[in-house]
C-alpha cells in the first residue's frame, strides 16, 4: 500500500507572509492616494477573550502602516449609543473597515447592529447584503475565518472541484458561508449539524472536512478518510489550559494528507483576511 505523506499546513506561516504582502500594498495605496486605510473596531464590555481579539486586530493593522481606531464603550452601553457610534463610522471618510467585536452583551440585538453597519464598511462579511452576495456568487467583502480556509487551501494548489466536503457547523460566521464558498469552487458539500444523524459515516465519505463545532478533539482519526484534507476550525480549551480543536491531530495526522494544527493553523489566518477586507474595502470606495 502507498504511504501517505501528510502535510501539516502552516497558517502562522501563510499568514505571516500576507501581512508582509499587505504592508508592502498599503505602502503604494498611500503613495497613489494621499492617505492610508483604516479599520475601527469596537468593543463593548470587559469579556477578557473579547480583549484580547480586539488587541491583535488593532496591533496586525498598525502594523501593516493601517491607521487603526479603537472604540471601547463600557457594558452598560444602550444600543441606541452603539447605533450612533455605527452611523458616526459609517460617515468618518477615514474609516473604510468597521468591526464589531461579537459577542455583544444581552440587551443589545447583534443582528441589528450588524445590519446597521454600511455593507461597504463591513469587513467582517456578516451583513445581510455582503451574505447575500455570497450566496449569489456575487463580488462582495466574505467572512473572514472562510476565506482564510480558502487561502490555505489554495497555498497548497488543491483542486477542490468534484471533491466531498463535508462541512461541520452551520453558524453564520464559519459552517454556512464556507459551505457556500466551497460550492463555488465546485465541491459537492454537506453541511452537518447537532442533528445530522451518524456523522461518523458522513465524514469517512470526505475528501474535505472542515471542522467547526467547537467540541474539543470531537473528531476522531478512524473518520478520516486516508488522504483527506482536514481543516480544524474549533477553538478549545482544555481544563489545564491547553488550546486544542474539534479534531483529535494527533490521530488524524496519520490519516490525513492535508491538516491544520490548533494552535497556528485557521486561526492566524483569519486575522490576516481582516487585513486583506479592510484594504479591499477602502480599495472599493476609491
Ligand atoms: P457555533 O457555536 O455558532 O456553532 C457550532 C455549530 O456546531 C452549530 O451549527 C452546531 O449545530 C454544531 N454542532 C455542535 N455540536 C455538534 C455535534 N455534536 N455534532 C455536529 N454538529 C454540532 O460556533 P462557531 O461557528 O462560532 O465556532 C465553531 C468553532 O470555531 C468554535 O470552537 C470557535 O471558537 C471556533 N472559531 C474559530 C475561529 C478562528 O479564527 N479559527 C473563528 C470563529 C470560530 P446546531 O446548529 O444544530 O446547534
Same mark, same amino acid.
Given at each position: 500500500?502507498?504511504?501517505?505523506?501528510?502535510?501539516?499546513?502552516?497558517?502562522?506561516?501563510l499568514?505571516?507572509?500576507?501581512r508582509?504582502?499587505?504592508?508592502?500594498?498599503?505602502?503604494?495605496?498611500?503613495?497613489?492616494?494621499?492617505? %492610508?486605510?483604516?479599520? =475601527?473596531?469596537?468593543?463593548v464590555?470587559?469579556?477578557?477573550?473579547?480583549?484580547?481579539?480586539?488587541?491583535?486586530k488593532?496591533?496586525a493593522?498598525?502594523?501593516?502602516?493601517?491607521?487603526?481606531?479603537?472604540?471601547?464603550?463600557?457594558?452598560?452601553? *444602550?444600543?441606541?449609543?452603539?447605533?450612533?457610534?455605527?452611523?458616526?463610522?459609517?460617515?468618518?471618510?477615514?474609516v473604510?473597515?468597521?468591526?464589531?467585536?461579537?459577542?455583544?452583551?444581552?440587551?443589545?440585538?447583534?443582528?441589528?447592529i450588524?445590519?446597521?453597519?454600511?455593507?461597504?464598511? +463591513?469587513? +467582517?462579511?456578516?451583513?445581510?447584503?455582503?451574505?447575500?452576495?455570497l450566496? &449569489?456568487?456575487?463580488?462582495?467583502?466574505?467572512?473572514?475565518?472562510?476565506?482564510?480556509?480558502?487561502?490555505?487551501?489554495? *497555498?497548497?494548489?488543491?483542486?477542490?472541484?468534484?471533491?466531498?466536503?463535508?462541512?461541520?457547523g452551520? *453558524?453564520? !460566521?464559519?459552517?454556512?458561508p464556507?459551505?457556500?464558498?466551497?460550492?463555488?469552487?465546485?465541491a459537492?458539500?454537506?453541511?452537518?449539524?447537532?442533528?445530522t444523524?451518524? &456523522?461518523? *459515516?458522513?465524514?469517512?465519505? #470526505?475528501?474535505?472536512?472542515? #471542522? =467547526?463545532?467547537?467540541?474539543p478533539?470531537?473528531?476522531?482519526?478512524?473518520? !478520516?478518510?486516508?488522504? #483527506?484534507?482536514?481543516?480544524?476550525?474549533?477553538?478549545?480549551?482544555?481544563?489545564?489550559?491547553? &488550546? %486544542?480543536? +474539534?479534531?483529535?491531530f494527533?490521530? #488524524?495526522?496519520?490519516?490525513?494528507g492535508?491538516?491544520?494544527p490548533?494552535?497556528?493553523?485557521?486561526?492566524?489566518?483569519t486575522?490576516?483576511?481582516?487585513?486583506?477586507?479592510?484594504?479591499?474595502?477602502?480599495?472599493?470606495?476609491?
Open positions: 500500500m502507498l504511504a501517505i505523506m501528510t502535510h501539516i499546513l502552516d497558517g502562522k506561516g499568514a505571516e507572509k500576507i508582509e504582502q499587505i504592508k508592502g500594498e498599503v505602502e503604494v495605496f498611500k503613495k497613489k492616494n494621499g492617505f %492610508v486605510p483604516g479599520l =475601527a473596531t469596537i468593543l464590555g470587559d469579556n477578557p477573550a473579547s480583549q484580547v481579539y480586539v488587541k491583535n488593532n496591533r493593522c498598525m502594523e501593516t502602516g493601517m491607521k487603526s481606531f479603537h472604540h471601547f464603550l463600557p457594558s452598560t452601553t *444602550s444600543q441606541q449609543d452603539l447605533l450612533k457610534l455605527v452611523s458616526q463610522l459609517n460617515q468618518n471618510r477615514e473604510h473597515g468597521i468591526l464589531v467585536q461579537l459577542p455583544l452583551p444581552s440587551g443589545i440585538q447583534s443582528d441589528t450588524l445590519e446597521a453597519i454600511s455593507p461597504e464598511k +463591513d469587513v +467582517d462579511g456578516f451583513h445581510p447584503v455582503n451574505m447575500g452576495r450566496v &449569489l456568487s456575487k463580488p462582495g467583502l466574505r467572512p473572514c475565518t472562510p476565506l482564510g480556509i480558502l487561502k490555505l487551501i489554495e *497555498s497548497v494548489s488543491y483542486d477542490l472541484s468534484g471533491k466531498n466536503a463535508v462541512v461541520m452551520r *453558524s453564520n !460566521i464559519v459552517g454556512k464556507i459551505a457556500l464558498m466551497l460550492l463555488e469552487k465546485n459537492t458539500v454537506t453541511v452537518c449539524h447537532s442533528r444523524k451518524d &456523522l461518523e *459515516s458522513v465524514v469517512k465519505q #470526505a475528501d474535505v472536512v472542515i #471542522a =467547526a463545532i467547537g467540541k478533539h470531537f473528531v476522531k482519526g478512524s473518520w !478520516i478518510k486516508k488522504g #483527506a484534507l482536514v481543516m480544524d476550525v474549533g477553538i478549545n480549551r482544555l481544563p489545564d489550559g491547553k &488550546l %486544542v480543536g +474539534d479534531v483529535d494527533e490521530e #488524524a495526522v496519520k490519516q490525513a492535508w491538516i491544520t490548533v494552535p497556528g493553523g485557521v486561526g492566524p489566518m486575522i490576516a483576511m481582516l487585513l486583506v477586507n479592510t484594504l479591499q474595502a477602502a480599495k472599493n470606495n476609491m
